[in-house]
């Protein structure tokens, strides 16, 4: 457990999160990975999702709301061809910000109009996420501390409902494969820069450290987006690149990495 909080957000305390969800803008398949997600950044403790129910189209979400204790928040439509559900989430999360019951938010859109809101949120000096398509505009993405892409929730929740036997053959026709490379291109830019960032004299750099300076170069990083769980395997793929090493203190594993001459 220890080097797992090492390699997420060890930096930011345990936090109370508050989840608002447009439910215009959001797949109720992926509500159990959403959580997850901000679950990883605190206690989730506001739970709510917005849209108008009287409508056809929410009623996927009905189903799964009482699950998981999602608050739904009824906004109707006034006009045709206007979305109410962004002035009333904005509005519940200012008054949620002002009240101070949380210490954190995890917008659920891909909508450009909660920008401000992220932005609002982070002026305040408190924790803000969001998780969207990657088609979620780049002004939205870079309001946030952190932004977790759905298509990576969606390759995770296929692979965990993968049956054992199956994902074992997976990897095994992997390894026959030989090395993956060609993530290599696309990642290695932003990995160098956050080492760079992060890189103490001796020239070894955290891992937390490292993962603190991907998020600040841009929040969407994630390294399921190059076929990694975690950002220690996705480095670890990257021997021509880094090195890495272990060091433990007070029962917690830290990882350092060096970038190779």
């Known amino acids: 457990m220890g080097s797992m909080t090492e390699e997420t957000i060890p930096s930011l305390p345990r936090k109370k999160i508050a989840i608002l969800i447009d439910g215009d803008n959001a797949q109720p398949g992926l509500l159990p990975q959403m959580l997850m997600e901000a679950s990883k950044y605190g206690l989730v403790t506001v739970r709510r999702i917005y ?3 009287t409508t056809a189209n929410m009623n996927s979400w009905k189903e799964v709301l009482n699950y998981y204790a999602i608050q739904p928040i009824q906004q109707f439509r006034y006009t045709i061809g206007k979305n109410a559900t962004d002035s009333a989430m904005i509005i519940d999360a200012m008054d949620l910000l002002h009240s101070g019951v949380v210490d954190g938010f995890c917008l659920v859109s891909s909508d450009s109009d909660y920008t401000r809101l992220a932005t609002r ?9 969001g998780i969207g398509a990657k088609k979620t505009p780049k002004p939205f993405v870079n309001a946030c501390d952190v932004f ?10 296929k692979r965990e409902a993968q049956p054992l036997a199956s994902r074992s053959a997976h990897r095994k026709t992997r390894v026959e494969a030989g090395p993956e490379t060609e993530t290599e291109p696309e990642a290695m830019p ?4 956050a080492y760079e960032m992060a890189a103490q004299e001796d020239g070894w750099a955290r891992l937390d450290h490292m993962g603190n300076a991907l998020h600040q170069l841009d929040p969407g990083f994630d390294p399921r987006t190059y076929g990694h769980r975690q950002l220690s395997r996705l480095i670890a793929s990257y021997k ?3 090195q890495m090493r272990t060091q433990e203190i ?3 594993t830290l990882f350092y990495v060096r970038l190779k001459e």
Do not use: C, H, K
Request: glycine letters at 10%.
């Open 250 to 252: 007070d029962g917690s």
């Open 51 to 53: 849209g108008d129910w």
């Open 190 to 193: 932003i990995l160098r820069q």
């Open 240 to 242: 021509d690149y880094f």
């Open 148 to 157: 977790v892409y759905t298509e990576n929730l969606e390759a995770e929740s």
């Open 121 to 129: 949120i982070r002026e305040s000096g408190v924790f803000v996420m």
